[in-house]
């Protein structure tokens, strides 16, 4: 599965567009170069598409932007056509320019662009309810959820820190960090401006951080900070660091944060992380990715947090991955026979500063008791 996410899509994806394009380049030339012999315009759409393909290799971004554009392109060739139909008749010279010359294309994806990198560094909040029907205090618990912020990509320390004040003023109890808080990406000094900067965020029972698949830098071959580096500065921030582990958080709550599955395929059992719990409090686990939720629930978990998917990052990914089920849960709250199940878009993404499916958030739960749900 992951051969075919990272992989397959991305190439036929290229294939698609590349012949997209060479098509669309073809035709304008040929509006523009109506004297050029047929061998010319050929070669000269083919160096043309060469030219546009070509800085993918630079960088994921380019690869967004020509997607964007060949998408573009065949939006507009639908909507002239339509309007040809419609009219019945050729369309003015000055409408012909800005289709074959591919301008109008060109706009439209200008505008996605722009708002693409908006959202993405536009971080809102969400909130949710959670209700237990389990004994705990009347005024509840109010939990924050943060993942996927992979520093460095959208926010610098300024807005960090300025989404960490924002958080401060919900007064919450807990502070959970499901993972990829950092990446391949991210310095050393940027790591740990990251966890002091998320260390300011003051709650009553403190914050707790569980790793993602990006943490460790497992994908880098020259990791710019070690494993041991990142749990020093998470320390200094004053983060619990939970691989695998469960901590009591006050006679109430009980919250694990399980190692991540790309780490450890042999990780360990849901049922082991709280063997010996107290069936009467309530159970929450973090694990970075959405799954292993039958697991959860046989173990009697009562809510379980995640992030990973992004909620697909850019449309129409997260549709792609509903259709293929690449992850048991994409983005919201879902529940299943009293597991209750949270995954939560990012603060950010990965790879590239641009968002069109969703929005960059943190995630605010309201835990209550049965008598105080709305």
Same mark, same amino acid.
């Given at each position: ?19 997209? #394009? ?5 035709? $304008? &030339?040929?509006?523009?170069? *109506? =004297? ?5 315009? +050929? %070669? ?110 959208? #926010? ?5 820190? $300025? &989404?960490?004040?924002?958080? *401060? =003023? ?5 502070? +959970? %960090? ?197």
């Amino acid at each position: 599965m992951i051969v075919f996410r990272w992989m397959v899509l991305p190439a036929l994806a290229v294939c698609a567009f590349a012949g997209y #394009l060479f098509f669309t380049v073809y035709r $304008g &030339v040929g509006y523009f170069l *109506k =004297k050029w012999t047929k061998k010319k315009k +050929i %070669l000269l759409a083919l160096f043309i598409t060469v030219l546009l393909v070509a800085p993918m290799r630079l960088g994921i971004f380019w690869f967004i932007l020509l997607a964007h554009f060949s998408a573009m392109l065949l939006l507009a060739d639908l909507v002239f056509v339509l309007v040809r139909k419609l009219k019945k008749t050729e369309l003015p010279g000055a409408a012909m320019i800005i289709w074959r010359g591919g301008i109008l294309a060109a706009l439209l994806t200008a505008v996605i662009m722009c708002y693409g990198v908006f959202n993405m560094k536009h971080v809102i909040k969400t909130e949710y309810q959670a209700v237990t029907e389990k004994p705990i205090r009347d005024e509840g618990y109010k939990l924050v959820l943060v993942a996927d912020l992979h520093y460095g990509i959208s #926010l610098d320390h300024e807005g960090l820190a $300025g &989404v960490a004040g924002e958080i *401060k =003023k919900e007064n919450p109890d807990v502070v +959970i %960090l499901a993972g990829d808080i950092v990446d391949e990406r991210t310095t050393q000094e940027q790591m740990e401006d990251a966890f002091a900067t998320l260390g300011t965020i003051s709650s009553t029972y403190g914050t707790y951080f569980t790793y993602g698949n990006h943490d460790k830098r497992l994908y880098s071959s020259a990791p710019g900070y070690t494993v041991e580096q990142l749990e020093a500065a998470a320390h200094k921030a004053g983060i619990t660091v939970l691989e695998d582990e469960t901590v009591s958080v006050n006679p109430e709550l009980l919250l694990s944060g399980r190692a991540d599955r790309s780490y450890a395929p042999e990780r360990a059992s849901a049922l082991s992380l709280a063997a010996d719990r107290d069936e009467e409090k309530i159970w929450i686990v973090a694990d970075h990715q959405p799954a292993g939720y039958e697991e959860l629930k046989q173990a009697g978990c009562d809510v379980v947090v995640s992030g990973h998917t992004h909620a697909g990052q850019i449309w129409p990914l997260g549709l792609f991955a509903k259709l293929f089920h690449l992850d048991e849960m994409s983005y919201g709250y879902e529940t299943d026979d009293g597991l209750q199940m949270f995954v939560t878009s990012g603060m950010a993404g990965w790879g590239v500063c641009f968002r069109t499916q969703k929005h960059s958030e943190y995630m605010v739960i309201s835990l209550l008791p049965a008598s105080r749900s709305s």
